[in-house]
């Protein structure tokens, strides 16, 4: 508990305040999200024990102020609503059953949003949820050039209370000469691949994101269908290329000389891009001349699948041509160091999308110095070993290492 919060000393004396402070920060309160009915039996049983930790807790004189204090401490927004003898005592200001309703449809619209379905199912949205139905769909579909990509959206009421959660969606992908290919995208508490992702990831392409593994760690990988295995339910297998594959979007770029690539903004405009799967037209330079290229990440092989205007893909003898020397690439690279060094940092801007609905720590104010120092340790990441050979095309790459295969 804070030490600016009075705890009377009869709770002290009759409840271990520390030991359900610690159950309430590590449970699941995100269990009604889940699509898997042992996660979700797992959940509810956590959180029914927690709930009746707070009941005992709230009998005691000045109990229900405590109580209170740990479920807005620890009870993330949008997952179990107070039980209701929190409220009875008068002790919060009533949340009546409309209020919540309408949070949980903002919060549906802002998720909507974020996954880049835009405002155009509003209506429909609140439509569904005003019939209180147990399941419902929602569909939508855009054009991408030459493209078409269709998405059934799934939301489900939760089986404790009258919110509603959207927990995956279907999308198939139209492409001409193609055989249309359909994968099932879950979003792991409200967050998950957006319409364009999952757009990318059908058309063979490979994005990057933070994901939960079932002990609740986050980690960072690159994910890419594999279209030639499906699962037991026919769906596409999901390859996964975590940090420990040795794939470096930024080492394999540098290995060029892409022009976006030497400026802060653009660098980092690049390496989003390209993490969310994008074809991203790029310019590099040639023997004094300007060369316009489209290049997308490609985590499997260590490398980049680069293609001319038209759509041709490089060979590997094309590619090699246009790679930099040892020399010329380090030169490059200290001189991105510089350029970096100065330059302040600045969020990604292309594709714009709403932010995700999270609450995050005040920052702490950095000097001019601190930023540097950080911009320099940043882009020096870029710079070879000095022990490792700085030619990969006489050097065969083997096993997980780090480092940039040529396709």
Not at 348 to 376: C, F, H, M, R
């Amino acid at each position: 508990m804070e030490s600016d919060h009075f705890i009377p000393r009869n709770i002290l004396d009759n409840v271990d305040l520390a030991a359900l402070k610690t159950r309430m920060e590590k449970a699941d309160w995100h269990y009604d999200y889940t699509e898997d009915p042992h996660v979700w039996d797992r959940g509810r049983v956590e959180i029914n024990g927690i709930k009746e930790e707070l009941i005992q807790l709230s009998k005691l004189e000045g109990g229900i102020q405590v109580a209170n204090y740990l479920w807005d401490a620890h009870v993330p927004v949008h997952s179990v609503n107070r039980p209701e003898f929190l409220e009875v005592k008068n002790i919060l200001l009533p949340q009546k059953s409309t209020t919540m309703e309408q949070k949980n449809l903002n919060f549906l619209k802002d998720t909507l949003k974020y996954h880049g379905f835009g405002e155009k199912l509003f209506t429909e949205l609140e439509a569904k949820i005003k019939m209180v139905e147990k399941d419902f769909t929602l569909s939508i579909s855009t054009d991408m050039k030459d493209d078409k990509i269709s998405a059934t959206l799934h939301f489900r009421k939760s089986k404790d209370t009258d919110a509603y959660f959207f927990n995956k969606f279907d999308a198939v992908l139209i492409k001409p000469g193609v055989e249309p290919r359909e994968h099932t995208f879950y979003l792991d508490k409200g967050k998950g691949f957006t319409m364009k992702e999952a757009y990318n990831l059908l058309d063979g392409r490979a994005v990057h994101k933070e994901f939960t593994n079932s002990e609740g760690e986050k980690y960072k990988a690159w994910k890419q269908l594999d279209f030639d295995n499906k699962d037991e339910k026919g769906k596409f297998e999901v390859k996964t290329f975590g940090e420990r594959y040795g794939f470096d979007l930024r080492e394999a770029l540098s290995y060029y000389p892409i022009r976006e690539f030497m400026k802060a903004d653009d660098s980092l405009n690049l390496v989003k891009s390209l993490e969310r799967g994008n074809l991203h037209t790029i310019s590099m330079d040639k023997d004094g001349q300007k060369m316009d290229l489209i290049i997308t990440a490609d985590p499997k092989n260590r490398s980049l699948v680069i293609t001319d205007k038209e759509g041709r893909e490089l060979s590997k003898t094309e590619k090699e041509e246009l790679m930099l020397s040892p020399e010329a690439r380090e030169n490059r690279i200290e001189q991105k160091v510089q350029l970096n060094a100065v330059a302040n940092n600045k969020t990604y801007t292309n594709e714009k999308e709403p932010a995700a609905p999270v609450l995050s720590e005040p920052g702490k104010e950095k000097s001019n110095s601190k930023e540097l120092n950080q911009a320099e340790k940043k882009a020096k990441e870029l710079l070879p070993k000095k022990s490792q050979d700085n030619s990969l095309l006489e050097k065969k790459k083997t096993g997980a290492k780090k480092g940039m295969k040529i396709k």
